[in-house]
């Protein structure tokens, strides 16, 4: 039944998306690649969740097995801060204090990402939308690209995402992500790949989690609820080892 509604809202979607053509055709010419077969259009990949539920670690596995590029936003402004442009100086005032960067600063850098060639065929997109209004502009940005989204929703106890967040760290050169808890590295806190020594985050002390994770109740729960009253979600069970919540994903995004 809530399959069903699924496949009508995207039919629905695709229709608006496509204007003249027939929705039946749409969805053949916009079918994703594990419906269709590896060499056919993709698609785009919508990954949503609570602060430290997995999205970069699940992108990962999804462009591994797929080929589409990653759009992170948290990467894409972390980049604007290292380079030091002016939006980085922006953006990281906000970001350090566990607040979302207004869409004036957040928008145009998404847009510039998404017009680039290898976006072309599909991409998986983590960390937005966050807010309904950002839900309403990718909605209407994808339609006009004639991209229909699959919208996953990771689930993930907030007790267990203090664990996932407080225990990550980083490699700056590769930016690789482990967990000391979870996929510590093999020599402690050096990166497996390139040996750099791993960081911690800004944003991922205590005080700044709380904060990022009451910005996500308030801005981002909207934006989860308007795509669930479309019956357009797909809850996937986070709370479980990377490679279960991976097959969850695929297994859902083949049905759908
Ligand atoms: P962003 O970088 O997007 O951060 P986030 O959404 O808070 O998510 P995280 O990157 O912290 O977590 P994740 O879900 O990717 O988890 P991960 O896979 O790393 O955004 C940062 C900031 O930028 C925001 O606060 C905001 O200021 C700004 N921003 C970004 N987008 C914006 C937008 N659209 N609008 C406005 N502002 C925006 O996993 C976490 C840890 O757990 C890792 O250590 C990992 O190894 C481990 N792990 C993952 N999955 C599992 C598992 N299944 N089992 C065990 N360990 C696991």
Known sequence: MQRESRKVSRRRFLKEATGAVGAASAL??????????????????????????????????????HSIPIISTGDLLRDQVRRGTQLGLQADTY??????????????????????????????????????????????LLKRKGLPPHIILLEVPTERLFKLLTGRRICPRCNRSYNIYFQPPQKENLCDADGTTLVQRPDDKEEVIRRRLDTYQKETQPAIEYYARQGRLVRVNGDQPPEKVAGEIESKLASQ
């Open 28 to 65: 053949t010419i916009l079918k994703p690649r594990w419906v269709r077969g590896a060499e056919k259009e993709f698609g785009v990949v919508v990954l949503l969740g609570p602060p430290g539920a997995g999205k970069s670690e699940q992108s990962r596995r999804l462009t591994a097995r």
């Open 95 to 140: 970001m350090k204090a566990g607040q979302l960067v207004p869409d004036s600063l957040m928008n145009p850098i998404l847009e510039d990402r998404l017009s680039q060639p290898d976006c072309a065929r599909g991409f998986i997109l983590d960390g937005y939308p966050r807010t309904l209004a950002q839900a309403e502009s990718l909605d209407a």
